[in-house]
T-cell receptor, first 113, second 110 residues
Framework: DAGVIQSPRHEVTEMGQEVTLRCKPI?????LFWYRQTMMRGLELLIY????????DSGMPEDRFSAKMPNASFSTLKIQPSEPRDSAVYFC???????????FGPGTRLLVL | DAKTTQPPSMDCAEGRAANLPCNHS???????VYWYRQIHSQGPQYIIH???NNETNEMASLIITEDRKSSTLILPHATLRDTAVYYC???????????FGQGTTLQVKP
């Protein structure tokens, strides 16, 4: 089992550029979660999907952030335009629907200069 | 979801049991106690969860007090690889959301 796959693993970009983070959940998992981790704010839930439908996006910081899940095996988190304060590690996690355990990917380390 | 309180850091000698406490005095009847850990630079990893009974798996044991206001995660024989941040999370059974606090940084020392 490959686990949750995230790409890229590292991203360095300049302020104002568009950034797209990608996630492939574990096959058969119907829930997908996007988290952000910074030293100041810790690990925060941004948004989660059940059966490709966004259920709770209350953690999305502002309109510059958007997330999509076009099918059960792929999700994107987009930041447009990016700002230095968006620098963080972004984690994707998946679980069976209503499942007790979330499985996290290795994260994408984003640095916005 | 109920709030949890954990000590910011703890030390443990290698080979000894590590006992990590968590207070969750406002927990509701349908809320479970979950434990995750995050080893440096990796994604969080599920350890164990419970509602009101004590639980044990291959990684750890979870002891929940009778009033459910606190719990303890026990790593029976800590190794250096158990050095990590341990998160205690209270979650309602019908929601997927995990709200992470600051956790406890456990340092296992030789």
């Amino acid at each position: 089992d490959a686990g949750v796959i995230q790409s890229p693993r590292h991203e360095v970009t300049e302020m104002g550029q568009e950034v797209t983070l990608r996630c492939k959940p574990i096959s058969g998992h119907n829930s997908l979660f996007w988290y952000r981790q910074t030293m100041m704010r810790g690990l925060e839930l941004l948004i989660y999907f059940n059966n490709n439908v966004p259920i709770d996006d209350s953690g999305m910081p502002e309109d510059r952030f958007s997330a999509k899940m076009p099918n059960a095996s792929f999700s994107t988190l987009k930041i447009q335009p990016s700002e230095p304060r968006d620098s963080a590690v972004y984690f994707c996690a998946s679980s069976p629907l209503g499942g007790e355990t979330q499985y996290f990917g290795p994260g994408t380390r984003l640095l916005v200069l | 979801d109920a709030k949890t309180t954990q000590p910011p850091s703890m030390d443990c000698a290698e080979g000894r049991a590590a006992n990590l406490p968590c207070n969750h005095s406002t927990i509701s009847g349908n809320e479970y106690v979950y434990w995750y850990r995050q080893i440096h630079s990796q994604g969080p990893q599920y350890i164990i969860h419970g509602l009101k009974n004590n639980e044990t798996n291959e990684m750890a044991s979870l002891i929940i007090t009778e009033d459910r206001k606190s719990s303890t995660l026990i790593l029976p024989h800590a190794t250096l690889r158990d050095t990590a941040v341990y998160y205690c999370i209270v979650r309602a059974g019908n929601t997927g959301k995990l709200i992470f606090g600051q956790g406890t940084t456990l340092q296992v020392k030789p």
